[in-house]
């Protein structure tokens, strides 16, 4: 009878397995095979009469555990969103030693400020305690829409204040001495980063069907904007690029799930303490002094001008120079300079 099995090695008991409207597949546990096959019909008719779910039944009665809850958060994420998977299981990780064994019923507002402070007192920071605060959100505000808890916990946590993180980006020196440490795959991968400023969740998903060299340009597979971005590509990357073989869809289907770490750790043996992203902020540094903000900020490829800014070092003296131009551009030689329009709305802070 479909949906009615046995498990090997299990004995003689017979399992039932049935699909609810939510999509979830259950199984359970019976005994006998005539029981299975009763109560899975009971199951069938139940899932077209009252849309029955098991777990949404027995959360309503019995909440369960955050762990358990965690694990189903997991399971979500793979199914719906398997690129922020690791990240989604690390922070809550850290915190199943604090919420676990705790039903999620019993975690209130102040259980989670006794967390997250735990969090500080270990060392994390302010963006890391933050990261910890919108898992745990989410994960309880799923738990809230299918009914579960009443309210969402987290939503009455205060965010913790982020420090603004300089960009660490390399000196040439630093960068000849990295790259001498790397192999040459680690080295394709860092040159790619350092002359397109191609993050390294997107440098792993990037496919060759979006690099056009004839073009020199690159449509990045996997943006963390989620729109469509374009970038051009210089003479060192075009050259990279035609030298790698193409033994994949991706551009480094070898590429390791620890590559992130295994490069830091490079680095340090090189006496170079800096992460993969230092490369993203070498390719914008570089940049800067070259080009205007607007066009740097595109280059980059920010969405908030706040964060191009930070890239922006510009000393008093250059903003002197920079309005003495004008004068020498609207002199007209009689004397009197032409009438100049003036852009309208403020100039970018650091700018003024």
């Given at each position: ?137 989410h994960l309880f505000g799923q738990l809230v829409a299918k009914g579960t808890i009443q309210t969402n916990p987290v939503a009455h946590v205060p965010r913790h204040r982020e420090a603004a993180e300089e960009p660490r980006p390399l000196t040439h020196d630093e960068e000849a001495r990295l790259l001498m440490a790397l192999d040459p795959t680690e080295t394709s991968i860092a040159q790619l980063a350092l002359n397109t400023g191609l993050r390294l969740g997107e440098i792993r998903s990037q496919a060759w069907r979006d690099v056009d060299l004839e073009a020199r340009a690159l449509t990045v597979t996997r943006p963390k ?128």
């Amino acid at each position: 009878m479909r949906g009615v099995f046995q498990k090997a090695g299990k004995g003689g008991t017979w399992w039932i397995r049935w699909t609810c409207p939510q999509g979830h597949r259950h199984e359970e546990k019976v005994g006998p095979k005539a029981a299975a096959q009763t109560l899975v019909e009971r199951r069938r008719v139940a899932v077209k009469v009252d849309g029955f779910c098991l777990t949404t039944h027995r959360t309503r009665d019995v909440p369960p555990l955050f762990s358990e809850a965690a694990k189903d958060y997991l399971a979500w994420a793979v199914r719906d969103r398997p690129r922020s998977v690791r990240f989604r299981q690390s922070h809550l990780a850290a915190a199943m030693p604090a919420l676990g064994p705790l039903t999620v019923a019993d975690i209130m507002p102040t259980r989670i400020e006794q967390y997250l402070a735990s969090r500080q007192h270990a060392g994390a920071t302010g963006a890391t305690i933050n990261r910890d605060r919108a898992v745990l959100s989410h994960l309880f505000g799923q738990l809230v829409a299918k009914g579960t808890i009443q309210t969402n916990p987290v939503a009455h946590v205060p965010r913790h204040r982020e420090a603004a993180e300089e960009p660490r980006p390399l000196t040439h020196d630093e960068e000849a001495r990295l790259l001498m440490a790397l192999d040459p795959t680690e080295t394709s991968i860092a040159q790619l980063a350092l002359n397109t400023g191609l993050r390294l969740g997107e440098i792993r998903s990037q496919a060759w069907r979006d690099v056009d060299l004839e073009a020199r340009a690159l449509t990045v597979t996997r943006p963390k904007s989620g729109q469509r971005e374009v970038i051009p590509l210089n003479l060192t990357a075009v050259d990279l690029l035609t030298r790698l073989p193409k033994d994949g869809p991706t551009l480094f289907p070898t590429m390791r799930a620890d590559f992130s770490r295994t490069f830091a750790k490079k680095a340090r043996a090189v006496k170079v303490p800096v992460t993969f992203h230092c490369l993203r902020d070498t390719f914008i540094s570089r940049l800067a002094p070259h080009v205007s903000g607007p066009v740097l900020m595109q280059l980059a490829r920010h969405r908030d001008w706040r964060t191009t800014r930070r890239y922006l070092k510009i000393e008093g003296q250059h903003l002197r120079e920079a309005v003495e131009k004008l004068v020498e551009a609207d002199y007209d030689g009689s004397g009197t300079g032409r009438d100049v329009p003036v852009p309208a709305g403020p100039l970018p802070r650091g700018l003024d």
